[in-house]
């Protein structure tokens, strides 16, 4: 006896099971036995036995090595329904291209100083994206700096068709813009990803319009997923905010900014905005997240600017390594020891000034938060503060501390 109770694979006829059969059907069994011998030579009796023998070896075996489970289904059947997509890279880039193209633009900005003789210089270029359709309205996110001084915009689709655009609204901190077009004809929309998601090494595709050569596509992988790039807003040399972005090895040129970045879904999952252009340095390009572009796009689209807290004050940094203040200066302020940074009050205007904040005075606190430079006063005013709210302020002049509390107003356009 084996590891089964019964020897099925014997070539010899059980009499138990002949004993326990009635009288009649044991005759019959008998002569059918007989027929088949009679019927069959020993070689092929033996043949079909082996036979028998090796298929029950094989699925022994099966059993034994854990290759069959009769709770698993066999791997050519399907229980999902769902059809997996392409593991191949190459063919995610494709279809994803294919996706996203159609809602990318190429945008012309007819300047102001070149309006009349219609000149377009690398400057005036840039991408954007359409990302809705209100009504007859098409709306495509752009960089701000695409758009500045704008006279005359353009945008041209993917087919090469040229649509008179007109700007919805700007804003100069988060380097975002909106435009609108005519809707008719367009039926491609983009889709906005979420950019929290974003892994490093994922790959990724860059579509615009660098150096005038529109509908480019260039790919990459994901760099870095939450780089803090700091950034002067008047352009003066003092860095005085920060913006949060997406590194990526993809090649971006002049003309890429406002273009999507998409990953392999299809979804636009950033805006290019910059790159490190320099001697010796390569794949070093950002965008701007979706998930901090998005908010802001129909903010603009809506009401046609983004409302901030504003305080009034113009400041240089306490402690800069980068615009250090002469020693004469630090003198006159007459700052206890102990205090190494701060906000230096250069003028103040509007809710400061009505507060009693003065030239000179030092600001080291919004609420007993510690202010250390222009870019954590910006910071604080733009992400924690709203319009209309107290504000606690703590300052220096001539080296005694004070406080004092300003309603805080909407800031005015520039």
Request: glycine fraction near 8%.
């Amino acid at each position: 006896m084996g590891l089964f109770d019964d020897d099925f694979y014997s070539t010899k006829v059980s009499r138990s099971r002949g004993d326990e059969a009635s009288k009649g059907s044991f005759a019959n069994r008998k002569h059918s036995v007989r027929r088949s011998r009679k019927g069959l030579s020993t070689w092929q009796i033996s043949a079909v036995c082996s036979l028998i023998s090796a298929v029950v070896a094989v699925f022994l075996f099966s059993v034994l090595t854990g290759q069959v489970s009769h709770e698993t289904a066999p791997k050519s059947v399907v229980t999902t329904g769902e059809v997996a997509p392409s593991s191949d890279p190459f063919d995610r880039i494709i279809q994803a291209a294919a996706t996203v193209r159609p809602a990318v633009v190429s945008i012309i900005n007819h300047k102001e100083d070149n309006k009349e003789l219609n000149i377009l210089d690398e400057s005036a270029l840039g991408s954007g994206v359409i990302y809705k359709k209100v009504d007859n309205k098409a709306f495509i996110i752009t960089n701000n700096h695409v758009i500045e001084d704008s006279g005359n915009l353009e945008v041209v689709t993917v087919d090469g068709e040229t649509r008179k655009a007109t700007l919805v609204g700007t804003d100069k901190v988060s380097d975002i813009a909106v435009l609108s077009i005519d809707a008719k004809g367009i039926n491609t929309i983009a889709e906005l990803g979420d950019s929290s998601k974003l892994r490093l090494g994922e790959t990724v595709i860059a579509i615009g319009n660098p150096l005038g050569l529109g509908d480019t596509l260039t790919s990459g992988i994901v760099s870095y997923t939450e780089r803090k790039v700091p950034v002067s807003l008047n352009q003066d040399g003092v860095y005085d905010w920060e913006q949060e972005v997406i590194q990526t090895d993809a090649a971006i040129n002049e003309g890429n900014s406002g273009g999507a970045l998409v990953d392999l879904d299809g979804k636009v999952i950033g805006i290019n905005t910059m790159k490190i252009s320099d001697a010796g340095v390569e794949g070093l390009g950002f965008a701007i997240p979706a998930n901090h572009v998005i908010d802001t796009a129909n903010e603009l689209a809506d009401k046609g600017r983004i409302a901030r807290s504003y305080l009034g004050v113009y400041s240089v940094d306490l402690n800069n390594p980068y615009v250090p203040l002469a020693e004469d200066q630090r003198k006159e302020l007459n700052l206890p020891n102990n205090v190494k940074d701060g906000v230096v009050v250069l003028d103040a205007v509007g809710p400061a000034k009505e507060a009693g904040i003065q030239f000179n005075d030092v600001i080291t606190k919004f609420n007993d938060e510690p202010i250390t430079s222009t870019l954590s006063l910006r910071k604080y005013l733009y992400n924690q503060t709203k319009i209309g709210e107290d504000l606690k302020i703590t300052y220096y002049r001539n080296g005694k501390v004070n406080q004092t509390t300003v309603k805080l107003l909407e800031k005015p356009e520039e």
